[in-house]
């Protein structure tokens, strides 16, 4: 199957996680963000990862997140839901969730707490890939995982066909510059660390998701129409 990867450009807000008073889920509060998104022309949204706390909700939480989401962006922006859990079946429900309510992709750190291989790393991805038809973003940060992408394991993954990105959200530029020698032309790479966007974009992101982004989207828009005008 061929992805269409052209949506995955731009400014992509990590979303905050929302609670009301009562610590539940705020679904009316993430609508009417995601909504004050896409007016000012945000390209996407990266839901239930480190910024949306996905690892501090319940299944169910995640899933009224990733609903309440996908509801107010439409067709008009590209969803991506971060499936990522210690639980290789956990990861794999809330992934054909997503693929349920039309979502773009889905996103997932390795399993956490057991320090695994790299073999069962690559297993625990091609279990949550198997699960649906959606394409497959790789989530490396290794500052809260305590698992850093390798390149041999990164190079085997790029070729596979559901994967089509890469959220790189380790604090070295270099590493992202060698993601792209390594995976071509094509391949999305995402840069994570907000502060690093334009050092990100330079060495070779597509494009960027971030947690400030969300809390000032015009200064990130603004600075990716600079960076792809030529005028920075």
């Known amino acids: 199957m061929k992805y ?3 949506i995955y450009r731009g400014v992509f807000c990590a979303l905050n996680a929302i609670y009301d ?10 609508k009417a963000l995601v909504t ?13 990862g480190s910024t949306g706390e996905g690892f501090l909700l319940s299944t169910e939480e995640r899933m009224q997140v990733a609903e309440a989401v ?18 290789t079946k956990e990861a794999c429900i809330l992934a054909r969730h997503a693929e349920k309510i039309g979502v773009s992709a ?30 497959f973003f790789i989530y490396n940060i290794p500052q809260l995982t305590g698992y850093d992408l390798s390149f041999e394991l990164f190079e085997k993954m790029a ?30 790479i995402f840069n994570g ?25 015009e200064l990130y828009l603004e600075l990716t129409r600079l960076i792809e005008t030529g005028d920075i």
């Open 36 to 48: 004050k998104y896409k007016q000012l022309g945000v390209n996407g949204i990266y839901a239930c």
């Open 21 to 30: 008073e009562n610590d539940n889920i705020n679904t009316d509060a993430i």
């Open 159 to 188: 070729k596979k066909e559901k994967v089509i990105g890469i959220k790189n959200s380790s604090e070295s530029t270099c590493q992202t510059e060698r993601f792209r020698k390594i995976a071509g032309p094509d391949f999305v």
């Open 106 to 135: 889905v996103s997932a750190v390795p399993s956490v707490y057991y320090r695994l291989s790299e073999a069962s790393i690559e297993k625990h991805w091609d279990t949550i890939m198997d699960s649906t038809e959606l394409p």
């Open 193 to 217: 660390p907000d502060e690093q966007l334009l050092a990100g974009r330079l060495m070779g992101a597509t494009a960027g998701i971030g947690g400030t982004y969300g809390t000032m989207p």
């Open 4 to 6: 269409d990867t052209s």
């Open 70 to 87: 996908k509801e107010a962006a439409g067709d008009d922006m590209a969803v991506i839901v971060h499936v990522g859990a210690a639980s």
